[in-house]
């Protein structure tokens, strides 16, 4: 039985409970700059390309879960240029720029952070190239660097970014949750899904990624310390996750069961739930 995902493992389309569609609808596909994939009656997917990013589903009957609540920190957009990131961000700044709550260069990345109108958190990002990563003892360098907006913008926003924000490729590079502890996250997300840590905050975060990524998952109790299990409410409704092939998708079954860990399983995906009742569904890469 293998103990780690696969090195290729991807995080896939982050799917939000919404109360009202059409302003959601419009804060992804008019701001964030995504292009509207799919839609029925009660479901909008948004993406780039052929890549689902966000699915909202309209759920009404939902209320807002309290912000000290286990649950979405924030789905992180990675974008494959800075310029298609500046794009993305002046495009939200401009429309709705009361959303925008900072950002950062992290050495890996750099990063800018918004609230969507319902308040489930958005960071919008580029990596720079793994050549420039460092680590130290198995663990990746990280920093909350000062990181100006404005200059960002003044060096990698065209003109042509301006007049078509829709520029480039983008997809979900990691997926932060807020936690009732990190211990039992660390347990769940590394012992017994299958990441490995890159780097912790002790007892406050903990990083985890497949295949030396910096994170493909986060989970901190900086707002949620000894939250528990979801009640359903409005936010996360669930979590994709991308594996290479059959046999990977087989091997986290097998590895889960063993775990103890309850599976929903149709033949092409896995589902089960985290410790707080955040829905995660497994399948192969299309």
């Known amino acids: 039985m293998t103990d780690l995902l696969a090195a290729d493992t991807a995080m896939g389309a982050v799917t939000l409970s919404v109360a009202n569609l059409d302003a959601l609808t419009a804060y992804y596909r008019d701001a964030v700059a995504l292009t509207v994939l799919s839609e029925s009656s009660d479901t909008v997917v948004l993406g ?74 958005v960071e919008l990002y580029w990596d720079r190239d793994r050549t420039q990563w460092s680590w130290t003892h198995g663990a990746i360098e990280m920093g909350t660097l000062f990181l100006d907006p404005n200059g960002f913008l003044q060096e990698h926003l065209t003109e042509a970014a301006v007049e ?69 409410a409005l936010g996360l409704a669930q979590i994709d996750i991308a594996v290479p092939s059959a046999d990977d998708l087989g091997a986290l079954g097998e590895r889960m069961t063993h775990h103890g860990i309850p599976l929903r399983h149709d033949g092409q995906t896995l589902s089960f739930d985290d410790p707080w009742a955040n829905q995660i569904r497994v399948s192969t890469a299309p």
């Not at 699915?55 to 800075?82: M, N, Q, V, W, Y």
């Open 164 to 232: 078509q924000p829709v520029i480039g490729g983008a997809r979900v590079g990691h997926v932060h949750l807020q936690v009732g502890d990190v211990a039992t996250a660390r347990e769940f997300y590394v012992n017994q899904l299958g990441f490995e840590a890159t780097t912790e905050i002790p007892g406050s975060a903990v990083f985890v990624s497949a295949g030396g990524y910096h994170h493909h998952m986060a989970m901190n109790t900086w707002n949620s310390s000894g939250a528990g299990p979801r009640l359903p």
């Open 48 to 121: 780039r390309g052929t890549t689902p990013v966000v699915i909202l589903k309209h759920s009404p009957a939902l209320k807002h879960a309290s912000p000290r609540d286990a649950g979405l920190f924030h789905t992180a957009i990675l974008f494959d240029t800075e310029e298609a990131l500046a794009a993305s961000v002046y495009s939200v700044a401009t429309r709705y720029p009361k959303t925008f709550t900072g950002s950062a260069d992290h050495l890996v990345s750099k990063a800018f952070y918004f609230t969507d109108p319902e308040g489930n958190g």
